[in-house]
C-alpha cells in the first residue's frame, strides 16, 4: 500500500489511488456507433410505414371516407327529419284551419294525405282525425277503416295503435266481425297496459254479442272488482255484470 506522511500531523496516511474511468461511460467511437444505429433504425421505420401506406392505404382512406360520409349522412337524415316534422305540423295546422272555415271534405282530403307519411307522429293524428271526421259525416265504413289501417301500422306508435284498436271495436261493435275485434283487443287485457280497463270492457261486451254470457259476466264482474280501476269504469262494469247475469236466466238481488 503507497503511503505518505500528512504534513500537518507528521503522520503516515494512505496516499489516494488514481481514479479509474467509468465502466459505463462511452468512448466516442461508442457513441458514433450508436447515433449511426438510431439513424438506421428510423430509415428502418420509415420504410416499413411506407411499405404498410403503400400496402393498406387504400384501406385506410376508404374507412376514413365510410365514417365521414356516414356522419354527414346521420346529420342529413337529422336536419331532413326536422324538416319533415315541421312540414306535417304545417299541414296538421292547415287541416285545422280547414275544418274550422268548414271546409270538411278538403280537411279530410288533407289528412289522408298526412297520414300517408307513416312512421310520424302526425301521420298517426291525421289517421285520427279522418276517421271522426268520417263519424261525423255518417261515414262509419270510412272510419273504421281509418281505425284499422293505424292500428296495423307498425311504423305508429304503440300507444296510437292501442287507441286505433279500442275506438275500432267501439265503433264497430255492431257491424264487425266480434271475433276479430276480440282477438285485436287481447293483448291488450293486460293489466300494464294503459288501456286494459277499456280493452276488458269491450270484450264483455263482445262476448255477450256473441252469446257467451258467462264469460262476459265474469269478465265485468272482474272489472268491477279491481281496486285499480276508474271509479266510473268499475260503476258501469257493475251495471253490465247484472245486465249479463239477468240475460244468462240469473237475475241479480234486489237492491236492498
Given amino acids: 500500500m503507497n503511503v505518505s506522511k500528512d504534513a500537518k500531523s507528521n503522520r503516515n ?18 457513441v458514433i456507433i450508436e447515433s449511426l444505429m ?73 289528412y289522408a294525405a298526412l297520414a300517408q307519411k307513416k312512421g310520424q307522429g302526425f301521420a298517426a293524428l291525421a289517421q285520427l282525425q279522418k276517421a271522426s271526421l268520417a263519424l261525423k259525416k255518417n261515414d262509419l265504413p270510412g272510419a273504421l277503416a281509418a281505425y284499422k289501417a293505424l292500428s296495423e ?18 265503433h264497430g261493435l255492431e257491424t264487425e266481425n266480434p ?34 254470457n258467462a264469460r262476459a259476466q265474469a269478465l265485468a264482474e272482474g272489472l268491477a272488482a279491481d281496486i285499480n280501476t276508474a271509479a266510473g269504469v268499475r260503476q258501469r262494469a257493475e251495471e253490465l255484470a247484472a245486465v249479463f247475469k239477468a240475460a244468462a236466466g240469473n237475475p241479480a238481488p234486489a237492491a236492498k
Avoid: H
Fill in 153 to 170: 301500422d307498425a311504423t305508429a306508435d304503440v300507444l296510437f295503435r292501442d287507441l286505433a284498436r279500442i275506438l275500432r271495436a267501439m
Fill in 179 to 212: 271475433l276479430e275485434l276480440e282477438a285485436s283487443l287481447k293483448p291488450m287485457l293486460d293489466p300494464s297496459n294503459s288501456f286494459s280497463s277499456s280493452a276488458t270492457e269491450l270484450t264483455a261486451l263482445l262476448a255477450f254479442k256473441q252469446g257467451d
Fill in 38 to 110: 438510431t439513424e438506421i433504425e428510423e430509415d428502418l421505420r420509415g420504410e416499413e410505414l411506407s411499405k404498410l401506406w403503400k400496402q393498406y392505404g387504400n384501406i385506410v382512406i376508404g374507412v376514413v371516407v365510410v365514417i365521414v360520409l356516414a356522419v354527414a349522412g346521420w346529420q342529413l337524415w337529422r336536419q331532413n327529419q326536422e324538416t319533415q316534422r315541421i312540414e306535417a305540423a304545417q299541414q296538421f295546422e292547415g287541416a285545422i284551419k280547414l275544418i274550422e272555415e268548414g271546409k270538411v271534405d278538403d280537411a279530410m282530403t288533407a
Fill in 13 to 30: 496516511v494512505p496516499a489516494p489511488v488514481p481514479s479509474k474511468a467509468k465502466k459505463n461511460e462511452k468512448s466516442e467511437d461508442d
